[in-house]
């Protein structure tokens, strides 16, 4: 089989599966396909329009899909893979397989097509939360780490934890950890402000609305804003030999504050729908003002209309506006009953639905706090124990839904030398023995998440490329390309349900006794089960 890409970079580039050809899926394809040598070689996908439409774009092109191009989902693939090494081994001549896969399902699905593909040996990418509870984490963990007979990791396992990868971040880190700008952490305020209509698309009218059916909102959302506080005052600099320096404890608070029915307004009396509401032209949270005025009708069919109707874009394109907007309108105009089997409300988004009457339970207002003590290392430069980058420090993540800016993440990091002002666009630095500030302008490219995206799929892409040619370990381009390792993964993931745990137990949750009792315990009882 061909890779439709002879003759240019990517002839020879690494080949990736894409499971799950929804908004993050056509992200990753996209990026992958623009900003790496590598090769969107197939897509898994149960929905043929989101199939045919990434397919067309980024694997077939404008011809049509050729054998192991187009499966209606990863069980199709891996019994296909497994026939096509079997034919492979028996000399028979077979299409080109690929290297990786990017997993880009829904949350609660990622465990089993992990675990699933593990024999396969193929380099993973997948979309955040790793998964929906910490016992599929393990599991996880436990299938693609190397096992007692190997040495090191069989392939690249990364998770998109994106804000490790925007040049805004990488900057930071660097000002912070390697430039040693403000001196040591003492303290930091993090907060991502969601925004007042995303978060009713995606955590009241959403797929992620419910923590028994998905997860909580702190794993959904925001399992990468505690992975990059990690990412800053847990995991050592670049080159450095140190242990990471964990946190001693950890607390939460955070609740439904505003999105329910005791909020909604009087005038809107018994309507669940937005579309047949008293209140519909004036209430600001209106599906019709939201999806209709605000993007399609400024031409805007992507993200979130996309969405509620997926047909949105060739619906515009053959049929014109007025299609289009009753395209949108029938989908707003879905709703359920009490009579309606509470399976079928819990198994799709209802993007018509009253905010106030959602039967969503996450929350849309949350802090977490994590504390650090002194935890001096005796360096190979010195006989003496130092604190640099291990002293007592704190921070403090707030996650909220009610703000203009959306996903525009700010942070106040003090040190003992200066403070720094980090507002997503800008990073001011003040030094405290000068007195004066410099305001650094990072790179910005294209792309969500500030590039990270684009830099997380570059990265990734790379990291695969050296393993495929060989010049590289898996264990040294997992570090090199993607500085993330497998625990590292697992532990930001461990750090958000023990945030869970503090705030259903109105408690303090001492991480090491934590980590021993729910991680490290459980992760070695499923060693010693395999091996008996």
Same mark, same amino acid.
């Given at each position: 089989?061909?890779?439709?890409?002879?003759g240019?970079?990517?002839?020879?580039?690494p080949?990736?599966l894409?499971?799950?050809a929804?908004s993050?899926?056509?992200?990753?394809a996209?990026?992958?396909?623009?900003?790496?040598n590598g090769?969107?070689?197939?897509?898994?996908?149960?929905?043929?329009?989101?199939?045919r439409?990434l397919?067309?774009?980024?694997?077939?092109?404008?011809s049509e899909?050729e054998?192991?191009e187009?499966?209606?989902g990863?069980?199709e693939?891996?019994?296909?893979?497994?026939k096509?090494?079997k034919?492979a081994?028996?000399?028979?001549?077979?299409?080109?397989?690929?290297?990786?896969?990017?997993?880009c399902?829904?949350d609660d699905q990622?465990?089993e097509?992990?675990?699933?593909?593990?024999?396969?040996n193929l380099?993973i990418?997948?979309e955040k @939360?790793?998964?929906?509870?910490?016992?599929?984490?393990?599991?996880?963990?436990?299938?693609i780490r190397?096992?007692s007979?190997?040495?090191?990791?069989?392939?690249?396992?990364s998770?998109?934890?994106?804000?490790?990868?925007?040049?805004?971040?990488?900057?930071?880190?660097?000002l912070?950890?390697e430039d040693?700008?403000?001196g040591?952490?003492?303290?930091?305020?993090h907060?991502?402000?969601v925004?007042?209509?995303?978060f009713?698309h995606?955590?009241?009218?959403?797929? *992620?609305?419910k923590e028994s059916?998905t997860?909580p909102?702190?794993?959904?959302?925001s &399992?990468?804003?505690i992975?990059?506080?990690?990412?800053?005052?847990?995991?050592? @600099? @670049?080159?450095?030999?140190?242990p990471p320096h964990?946190?001693?404890?950890?607390?939460s608070?955070?609740?439904?504050?505003?999105? !329910?029915k005791?909020?909604?307004p009087?005038?809107?009396?018994d309507?669940?729908? &937005?579309?047949s509401?008293?209140?519909k032209?004036e209430?600001?949270?209106?599906a019709?003002k939201?999806y209709?005025d605000k993007?399609?009708? !400024?031409?805007?069919t992507? *993200? @979130?209309?996309?969405i509620?109707?997926?047909?949105?874009?060739?619906c515009?394109?053959?049929k014109?506006?007025?299609?289009?907007e009753?395209?949108?309108?029938?989908k707003?105009?879905?709703?359920?009953?009490?009579?309606t089997?509470?399976e079928?409300?819990?198994?799709?988004p209802w993007?018509?639905?009253?905010?106030?009457?959602?039967?969503?339970?996450?929350c849309?207002?949350?802090?977490?706090?994590?504390?650090?003590?002194?935890?001096?290392?005796?360096? !190979?430069q010195?006989e003496?124990?130092?604190? !640099?980058?291990r002293?007592?420090?704190?921070?403090?993540?707030?996650?909220?839904?009610?703000?203009?800016?959306?996903?525009?993440r700010r942070?106040k990091?003090y040190?003992?030398r200066?403070?720094?002002?980090?507002?997503?666009?800008?990073?001011?630095?003040?030094?405290?023995?000068s007195?004066?500030?410099?305001?650094?302008?990072?790179?910005?490219e294209?792309?969500g998440?500030?590039?990270g995206?684009?830099g997380?799929?570059?990265?990734?892409?790379?990291a695969v490329?050296?393993v495929k040619?060989?010049t590289?370990?898996?264990?040294?381009?997992?570090a090199?390309?993607?500085? &993330?390792?497998?625990?590292?993964?697992l532990r930001?993931?461990a750090?958000?349900?023990?945030a869970?745990?503090?705030r259903?137990?109105?408690?303090?949750?001492a991480?090491?006794d *934590?980590?021993?009792a729910?991680?490290?315990?459980p992760?070695?009882?499923?060693?010693?089960?395999a091996?008996?």
């Amino acid at each position: 089989m061909s890779t439709k890409a002879s003759g240019d970079r990517r002839a020879e580039g690494p080949r990736f599966l894409v499971i799950g050809a929804g908004s993050r899926g056509n992200t990753y394809a996209r990026a992958i396909t623009q900003s790496t040598n590598g090769v969107i070689a197939a897509i898994a996908e149960p929905i043929e329009f989101k199939r045919r439409e990434l397919g067309a774009r980024d694997v077939w092109k404008k011809s049509e899909p050729e054998d192991g191009e187009e499966f209606e989902g990863w069980k199709e693939f891996l019994e296909y893979e497994q026939k096509r090494r079997k034919d492979a081994l028996a000399g028979k001549n077979v299409p080109e397989g690929v290297d990786g896969a990017i997993i880009c399902t829904l949350d609660d699905q990622h465990a089993e097509i992990i675990i699933g593909l593990a024999p396969l040996n193929l380099h993973i990418l997948c979309e955040k @939360p790793l998964a929906t509870n910490l016992r599929d984490c393990l599991k996880i963990y436990n299938a693609i780490r190397p096992t007692s007979e190997e040495a090191t990791a069989r392939s690249i396992f990364s998770i998109c934890h994106v804000l490790r990868y925007s040049p805004y971040n990488i900057l930071l880190r660097k000002l912070i950890l390697e430039d040693d700008v403000i001196g040591d952490i003492i303290s930091v305020e993090h907060t991502e402000p969601v925004g007042w209509w995303h978060f009713s698309h995606s955590y009241v009218r959403g797929n *992620w609305r419910k923590e028994s059916v998905t997860a909580p909102s702190l794993l959904t959302k925001s &399992c990468h804003d505690i992975d990059f506080l990690l990412w800053l005052l847990c995991s050592p @600099p @670049p080159g450095s030999e140190q242990p990471p320096h964990m946190p001693v404890d950890i607390m939460s608070t955070g609740s439904l504050k505003y999105f !329910k029915k005791s909020r909604k307004p009087a005038a809107a009396k018994d309507a669940t729908n &937005c579309l047949s509401c008293p209140i519909k032209e004036e209430c600001v949270y209106s599906a019709s003002k939201i999806y209709v005025d605000k993007f399609l009708k !400024k031409g805007n069919t992507g *993200w @979130p209309v996309k969405i509620v109707a997926p047909e949105i874009e060739a619906c515009l394109t053959t049929k014109g506006p007025r299609a289009a907007e009753d395209l949108l309108l029938t989908k707003l105009e879905e709703d359920y009953t009490p009579k309606t089997p509470q399976e079928l409300v819990d198994a799709r988004p209802w993007f018509g639905r009253c905010v106030y009457e959602a039967g969503n339970d996450v929350c849309d207002d949350q802090v977490v706090t994590m504390s650090w003590e002194d935890d001096p290392v005796r360096s !190979k430069q010195s006989e003496e124990h130092g604190l !640099k980058g291990r002293g007592a420090k704190t921070a403090t993540f707030h996650m909220v839904a009610l703000t203009e800016s959306i996903c525009e993440r700010r942070s106040k990091i003090y040190g003992t030398r200066g403070e720094i002002t980090a507002d997503s666009l800008t990073i001011q630095v003040h030094n405290f023995a000068s007195g004066k500030t410099k305001t650094h302008f990072p790179e910005a490219e294209g792309g969500g998440h500030g590039g990270g995206d684009i830099g997380l799929a570059r990265q990734f892409v790379k990291a695969v490329d050296a393993v495929k040619k060989g010049t590289m370990t898996v264990e040294k381009a997992q570090a090199l390309h993607l500085g &993330c390792s497998a625990e590292e993964i697992l532990r930001s993931h461990a750090m958000v349900f023990a945030a869970e745990e503090a705030r259903h137990g109105k408690k303090v949750v001492a991480w090491t006794d *934590w980590w021993q009792a729910n991680v490290q315990g459980p992760l070695e009882n499923m060693v010693s089960d395999a091996e008996g």
